[in-house]
């Protein structure tokens, strides 16, 4: 059985070359550092190779770009799908850093370049997207203060819904059974007849039409959070 060759990054200046001489430029390998040079009268292209899309070409790249607009990194076709979250996520950071994006597949001794996309002014395409920003500040508006801590991920993570719920949770255990208008009054605030409806938890019960109280799982958990639990009866009790 033949031995598959492996890919060097030579392998991917060939396909290369032959498209930006089709376009019209002249191409050049290892011109001062860069390792394709492509000239059109007065442009400049500069092309990046690495076989993967590291830290190391991004770096690169980007202090090519001290020398032209123009700057392209070139990968071996990634074996992952090309419609995955990751390879989005890598096309956006390349985009972010303004730079173009060749991929060049091998099958058997054939070698095919594809031009993923050219390098861009990211200003021109950026779209701040304004219902993402606000739903991060309405969640920030929503916790009394920070209790997670960042990079977490085995933890329960506490969320300004999960803190309201406890609010309540702390208000029904205090005053007893309660209407979801009374609870406003003490300040959980608008959202208290829908967490009191949906029960997300299973921490409320409602005793008759209107009224609720707090059920014996609830009094259980909420005990896992005694700095909240004590911050919102301190509050309640400032407010009497």
């Not at 032959?18 to 550092?33: L, M």
């Not at 058997?108 to 050219?118: A, D, P």
């Not at 997300?200 to 014996?216: E, M, N, Q």
Request: some cysteine; proline content about 2%; charged content about 30%.
């Amino acid at each position: 059985m033949t031995e598959k060759k492996k890919i060097q990054e030579a392998d991917l200046y060939k396909p290369i070359q032959n498209y930006f001489t089709r376009e019209g430029y002249d191409v050049y390998g290892e011109v001062k550092d860069c390792d394709i040079a492509a000239v059109k009268d007065d442009e400049l292209i500069v092309v990046e190779l690495k076989l993967n899309l590291s830290i190391e070409l991004l770096i690169q790249a980007t202090k090519r770009q001290r020398l032209t607009d123009q700057v392209y990194i070139a990968i071996p076709k990634p074996r992952y799908n090309k419609r995955s979250k990751r390879w989005s996520d890598l096309c956006h950071l390349i985009k972010r850093l303004e730079l173009g994006l060749i991929i060049v597949s091998f099958t058997g001794n054939r070698k095919r370049m594809e031009m993923i996309f050219h390098p861009t002014t990211y200003s021109k395409q950026r779209k701040q997207q304004k219902w993402k920003r606000d739903s991060v500040l309405k969640e920030i508006n929503g916790r009394s203060a920070d209790y997670n801590i960042g990079g977490s991920s085995r933890t329960k993570i506490m969320t300004a819904y999960k803190e309201n719920c406890i609010q309540i949770a702390c208000y029904l255990i205090e005053f007893g059974e309660l209407s979801p208008k009374k609870l406003v009054q003490l300040g959980t605030g608008s959202k208290t007849s829908s967490i009191l409806t949906k029960n997300f938890y299973g921490w409320f019960h409602r005793v008759k039409r209107g009224i609720y109280t707090i059920t014996d799982k609830g009094k259980l958990e909420i005990k896992e959070f005694p700095e909240l639990v004590d911050y919102y009866l301190d509050k309640v009790k400032e407010s009497e």
